[in-house]
C-alpha cells in the first residue's frame, strides 16, 4: 500500500553503537532541546499539555546509533541535561530506523510498539501525554519530498 | 453494472491531524470527543477541544463527510450536567449526531435537542432487537452500534427486525467483546471505560524492562512478560497470560485486532448501514493506513459486488497494524452460540 519511497526497517551494524556510545552525548541533547523550544515558541505544541511536562526529565535512546539525549521542561523551557538522571520520568529506546519512521509519520508508534520496535519506560501517563501531543501538531506544509511521501 | 451498496465506513479521530487523515483518505464520517471524561478514549492529550472541534467539523463537512460525537460514558453521580451540557455542545455545533449510551442522557437528549439525531454507543450495550428497538421507542435512536458478541447471523437477526440502522466493529483492536458491561479494568484499578473514561488508565500501566523480555504491570498486578521476539499487546487484564490450572496462557483473550475485510460482502449483503474503525486513540498514520486499506475494499465490493475479490495487500497492511500483529473475525464466525 505504500507509494512512493518509504523508509525500511533495518539495524545498523555494531560497529555504530560502539562508536556512538563513546562520542560525548551533550550535543544531541542541545540540539533536540533546541529544536523542542522553537517548536513551542512557534506554537506547535499547546500550551496547556507543556504545562504538565513542568520539572519532568526525559531520555531517548537510540540504542543501535548508541546515542541518547536527555533533556528536562522547567519554567517554560526544555533544558538539556548533560548527564543522564538516573530515573528519568520518561525514557523512549528504539532504532534509530524506528524513529525515523515516526518522525515521517510512515509509522504509528502503537504499531512499532506491538512489534516491539519502541520501548516505553517510566511514567506511562506521561509518555502517552507526550505522543498524543506529537500526534496533535499540525506541522506546517512542506513540500513533498519524496521521503516524506506514505 | 450497476453499484452494489455498501456500508457506511466510520473512522477515528483522536486529533485533528487524524480527523483529516480520515477524510482524507475516504471516510464517510467521523467519529471524535471532547477532552474530558465524557466519552471513552479520555487519555492525555488525545481529543479535541473548542477550537479543534470547530475546525474539525468545518473540515470535514465543507467535504460532505459526517461528524459523530461521541458522549458515551455514563453520568456519575452529581455530575449529569457535565454530560448534558456535552449533548448541549454538540447540537450546537451541528454535528450530524450523538453516540450516547446512557439512557438518563439519551432522556435528555430526546427531549431537548428533538431535532439531533441520536446513535446508540456500543457502551450501551444493546445485543438484541428487543434493547435496539426499545432505545428507537423511548428515545428515537436512528443507529446502533453493537457490541463485538454476535455472529453474523445475530447480527443479520437484529436487523431483519428493526427499523434502526445498525452499525457494526469492522476493524481495530478487539477487547473481550463484553462492552458496557465489562468491569475488568475497575477490578484491577478502581476505574473502568464506563466510569472515567478510559481502560486500564495508563497512570496505572508499568513497563519493565529486563534482559531478553519486557513485563507489563496494572496497578501492581503482572500481567504478562513479553520475549524480546514475542509482539506486544495494550496493557489490559483480559489480554494477560494467567496461570490456570498449573497452565500458563491468554486465559481470556489473546492480544488482537478485528478484521472483517473478507466477509465485507455478507456485511453489505445482511443490509450493515455502517462499519466502524476502532482506534481513537492512535496517530494519524495509523488513521490514514486502515482507513486507506478500508476505502479500496469498499469501493471494490461496490463496483464488483458478487466478483469482489479480496486483495492479499489488503490483508497484509492491515494485519501489519494490528494488536498482537494478529487479526481475527472475533464472534461473526464463531461455530457456538
Known sequence: MTQGFSIPRFTLPSLVSAIGRQLPQWPHSLALATALNAAARVGLLPSEDLAQLEGRSFLIEVLDAGGQACFCYRGGWFRPLFSAPAAPDLSFCANLSAFLQLLARQEDPDTLFFRRDLSIVGDTELGLLIKNMLDAVEWPQLPKLPTFRH | ?337
Not at chain 2, 477515528?12 to 474530558?36: E, I, T
Not at chain 2, 455478507?266 to 488513521?287: D, H, L, M, N
Open chain 2, 1 to 337: 453494472m450497476r453499484r452494489q451498496k455498501v456500508p457506511q465506513l466510520i473512522c477515528p479521530a483522536g486529533s485533528l491531524p487524524a480527523l483529516r487523515a480520515a477524510v482524507d483518505h475516504g471516510a464517510d464520517a467521523v467519529y471524535l470527543g471532547y477532552r474530558n471524561d465524557t466519552n471513552a478514549r479520555n487519555f492525555a492529550g488525545l481529543n479535541f477541544d473548542q477550537k479543534a472541534m470547530v475546525e474539525g467539523i468545518r473540515y470535514a463537512q465543507s467535504r460532505g463527510r459526517q461528524v459523530l460525537m461521541a458522549i458515551n460514558t455514563f453520568a456519575q453521580p452529581g455530575r449529569a450536567t457535565a454530560w448534558q451540557q456535552a449533548v448541549d455542545g454538540a447540537a450546537d455545533l451541528g454535528v450530524d449526531a450523538v453516540i450516547l449510551a446512557d439512557v438518563g442522557l439519551l432522556d435528555y437528549a430526546c427531549q431537548r435537542h428533538p431535532a439531533l439525531r441520536l446513535h446508540l454507543s456500543v457502551q450501551g450495550s444493546a445485543t438484541s432487537y428487543e434493547a435496539v428497538n426499545f432505545a428507537h421507542r423511548e428515545f428515537g435512536v436512528r443507529r446502533a452500534v453493537l457490541p463485538r458478541v454476535l455472529t453474523l447471523a445475530q447480527v443479520e437477526t437484529v436487523i431483519r427486525n428493526t427499523p434502526v440502522e445498525i452499525e457494526v466493529f469492522g476493524f481495530g483492536s478487539l477487547c473481550v467483546m463484553n462492552e458496557g458491561r465489562c468491569w475488568l479494568s475497575s477490578y484491577a484499578t478502581g476505574e473502568s471505560p464506563n466510569t472515567v473514561g478510559a481502560c486500564s488508565p495508563a497512570k496505572y500501566v508499568q513497563w519493565e524492562r529486563s534482559p531478553g523480555q519486557m513485563s507489563t504491570r496494572l496497578n501492581g498486578i503482572l500481567i504478562d512478560s513479553f520475549r524480546d521476539d514475542e509482539a506486544a499487546g495494550y496493557p489490559t487484564l483480559c489480554k494477560g497470560r494467567f496461570e490456570v490450572d498449573g497452565e500458563t496462557y491468554y486465559a481470556m483473550e489473546e492480544p488482537t485486532s478485528l478484521n472483517v475485510i473478507e466477509i465485507l460482502p455478507e456485511i453489505a449483503r445482511i443490509g450493515v448501514a455502517a462499519i466502524k474503525v476502532e482506534g481513537r486513540q492512535r496517530s494519524p498514520t495509523y488513521v490514514a493506513q486502515v482507513t486507506r486499506t478500508l476505502r479500496a475494499a469498499l469501493d471494490e465490493l461496490a463496483s464488483k459486488g458478487q466478483h469482489f475479490h479480496l486483495k492479499p495487500a489488503w490483508q497484509a497492511e492491515l494485519a501489519r497494524l494490528s494488536e498482537g500483529s494478529q487479526v481475527t473475525l472475533g464472534a461473526y464466525n464463531r461455530p457456538w452460540r
